[in-house]
């Protein structure tokens, strides 16, 4: 199938739909997304989101916890533009038909989050995401916004140095489709999958950012990665934050409230790379349970407000561990969770590919520079989402309408009947697991020289056999082998991605903690490390951080 629209959305998550309704008031556009769209990691998101509305709390202030939250990596006139926008997008989100949580006096019920001085994240219970993924799917049916679902998208078609749209696999048929467009939002999520621990689902392979990458637009901040300190032992479903914001804290071995120690004053709320890494030092000390984890107690909270404002917590804990939470302590350890680095964009998505535009946990802008704080995720999504999908349809409507590149289409095609017609090889299952347990072990919460160098040369091996793996599947309809195979792809890329980073960054800033070099070096490093691909291995360049009016000073709680 070939089609043609003037701006064309990867990804039907948050940022997705939220681009697509935008764009929708100029342009004529559609959706592809490779999952059903209520599947998409959006809809999983608990917690809530920040907006200060309370009139105790400033835009300032959410402002202030960003920048210092993110170790002043963040690019502070992008976050005094998303602090500015959030009471618009909460207020926005509640007209269209959001049902947010609310005080006993009617108004919108806001708890407290890490690393905030206030409490703003705004939530519906602890379903925040799929409250605000219904409103805004709705919303896109509303609009008539065409969605082609269960299409993986493959490539970009670039032609003239500027993007013509992309290629598409039908999940459904096997089949290769075109879409032609003058513009191209990719909006596809994080990348969790490259870690054995995670909060993320399956489909969490950073496609839309391998792809931008591999097309000739550059990554930032690829080096830092988020870890959450309470993901449930076991299978590492999220347990969220607001479990803390509520009044829960964490104990180790010996029943001692441990944060105490490491964050004074904010303790069990501290933003999540000290708890992360405060947790990993009570095990490594010996402090943690056998087999590495501590406890999350949240009885106190008492059975009427667990069930109310953490029912999908309680629900968790009994189906997946089989502990009453109300009763019981929750075991929890750090796993994987967020994406600080991605597709880097301004401050209207644009990235540095014409006519390719970015959003949402794929892209970087940078509003949580090295490390983000709780609740400003599912923000990024709606106010960048709305902004980049304003300035797609704008780019669309100077540009001029271009003959798809046929080329696009047939590269696509050898590629994939030359991986169907190989008939010996390993499987993609065994690099994979190879792949995240390098990931897991070497470039985790805590990283030295010495890890890195050895990851570095560990994927490069996993590349190679990735070369000559062969698929046990090679059928047409409903192939989840060819796709998980080139998930794998996109996974191996990124990592290269993340561990040039890593090991180019010679200090410590929020989530990258190095143990060679435990300091903070602004002299340096108060810049950002930007990546483009090459067949060699990742190219590094720098870019300046853009500091408007909180200078760099040290970051306690
Ligand atoms: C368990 C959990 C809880 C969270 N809780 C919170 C919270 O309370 N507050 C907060 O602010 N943040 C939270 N986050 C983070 C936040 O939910 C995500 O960062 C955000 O929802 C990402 O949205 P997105 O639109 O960028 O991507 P997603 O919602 O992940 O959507 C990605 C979309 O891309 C599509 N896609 C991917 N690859 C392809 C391809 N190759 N071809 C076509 N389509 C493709 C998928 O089909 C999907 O529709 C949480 C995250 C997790 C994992």
Sequence with gaps: MEVRHQVVVVGAGLAGL???????????????????????????AQGGINAAIDERDSLESHAYDTIKGSDYLADQDAVELMCEDAPRVVYEMEHWGTLFSRTPEGRIAQRSFGGQEFPRA????????????????????????????????????VADGAVRGLVALDLKTGELHTVAARAVVMATGGLGLMYQRTTNPYSATGDGTAIAYRAGARLKDMEF???????????????????????????????????????????DVAPRDIISRAIETEINEGRGLPGGYVHLDIRPLGLDLIRHRLSEIYDFCRTFAGIDPSRELIPVQPAQHYMMGGISTDNEGATSLPGLFAAGEGACVSVHGSNRLGANSLLECLCFGRRAGQAAAAFAARAGEEA????????????????RKRRQGEHHGVVRR????????????????????????????????????????????????????????NSLDLAQAVVA???????????HARRDFPQRDDQRWLKHLLCRYSLRGPVLEEAPVRITRFTPKERTY
Aim: proline share 2%; glycine share 8%.
């Design 434 to 489: 190879e792949l995240r347990g390098v990931m897991t072990d070497k470039v985790g919460t805590f990283r030295t020289g010495e890890d890195l160098a050895a990851a570095a040369a560990e994927l490069a091996r996993l590349q190679e056999r990735y070369r000559s793996v062969a698929l046990m599947d090679t059928g047409a309809v409903f192939n989840a082998d060819l796709a998980a195979y080139l998930e794998l792809g």
């Design 18 to 44: 939220r681009a697509a309704l935008a764009a929708g008031q100029a342009a004529d556009v559609a959706v592809v997304s490779k999952l059903y769209p209520v599947r998409s990691h959006s809809v999983a």
């Design 404 to 419: 798809f590149p046929a080329a696009a289409l047939e590269e696509q095609r050898e590629r994939l009947a030359a991986i």
């Design 122 to 157: 705004c939530y519906a219970a602890d379903k925040t995401g799929r409250a605000l993924f219904q409103t805004l799917f709705e919303r896109s049916l509303k609009a008539g916004v065409r969605v082609y679902d269960e299409w993986v998208v493959l490539s970009l078609a």
């Design 501 to 511: 980073c890593a090991l180019e960054r010679q200090e410590s800033r929020g989530a």
């Design 225 to 267: 990665v988020q870890f959450h300190p309470t993901s449930l032992v076991g299978t590492n479903v999220l347990i969220t934050e607001g479990a803390r914001g509520e009044g829960g804290i964490l104990l180790n071995a010996r029943g001692e409230r441990f944060m105490e120690r490491y964050a004074p004053r904010l303790k």
